[in-house]
């Protein structure tokens, strides 16, 4: 059996996917394109496919702005567009927010806030928490 073998598994079909979600948010796609990577190989090592691959020739992970590096995360990123997000059947090495903050991607950066602190959106403006709009009837 070749070493590579495992990637014709359908999960890798489903890690890609999550993959392609993960790179969407972060400038520096590089560092997580090798936690997708170590990922994959991590669940071929666990099916005894491929030997070796924890001997990655990747850097420590860096994330941008207020991210934090987790090993075993959740692939999906809460944010203040989509604050639920689904409960994942796999983890991920990834970047996520500090516990009781989400994404504020309604901002350039990587800035990480309380959920109650998220800005509200209107016909493409944006309010801050509290502050009032006045429409004509």
């Given at each position: 059996?070749?070493?590579?073998?495992?990637?014709?598994?359908?999960?890798?079909?489903?890690?890609?996917?999550?993959?392609?979600?993960?790179?969407?948010?972060?400038?520096?796609?590089?560092i997580?394109?090798?936690?997708?990577?170590?990922?994959?190989?991590r669940?071929?090592?666990?099916?005894?496919?491929?030997?070796?691959?924890?001997?990655?020739?990747?850097?420590?992970?860096?994330?941008?702005?207020?991210?934090?590096?987790?090993?075993?995360?959740?692939?999906?990123?809460?944010?203040c567009?989509n604050?639920?997000?689904?409960?994942?059947?796999?983890t991920?090495?990834?970047?996520?927010?500090?516990q009781?903050?989400?994404?504020?991607?309604?901002?350039?950066?990587?800035?990480?806030?309380?959920?109650?602190?998220?800005?509200c959106?209107?016909?493409g403006?944006?309010?801050a928490r509290?502050?009032?709009?006045?429409?004509?009837c």
């Amino acid at each position: 059996m070749s070493q590579f073998s495992c990637f014709s598994i359908k999960t890798f079909e489903k890690y890609s996917s999550l993959c392609k979600e993960n790179l969407y948010y972060y400038k520096n796609q590089e560092i997580l394109e090798c936690a997708f990577y170590s990922a994959i190989g991590r669940k071929c090592f666990e099916g005894e496919f491929i030997r070796g691959w924890e001997e990655s020739k990747c850097p420590d992970p860096v994330c941008p702005g207020d991210l934090k590096y987790e090993g075993q995360g959740s692939p999906y990123l809460p944010t203040c567009s989509n604050p639920e997000v689904p409960k994942p059947e796999e983890t991920i090495q990834t970047c996520v927010c500090p516990q009781d903050t989400i994404l504020n991607n309604y901002v350039n950066g990587s800035q990480c806030i309380p959920k109650t602190d998220c800005p509200c959106v209107h016909e493409g403006k944006l309010f801050a928490r509290g502050e009032k709009r006045s429409t004509k009837c």
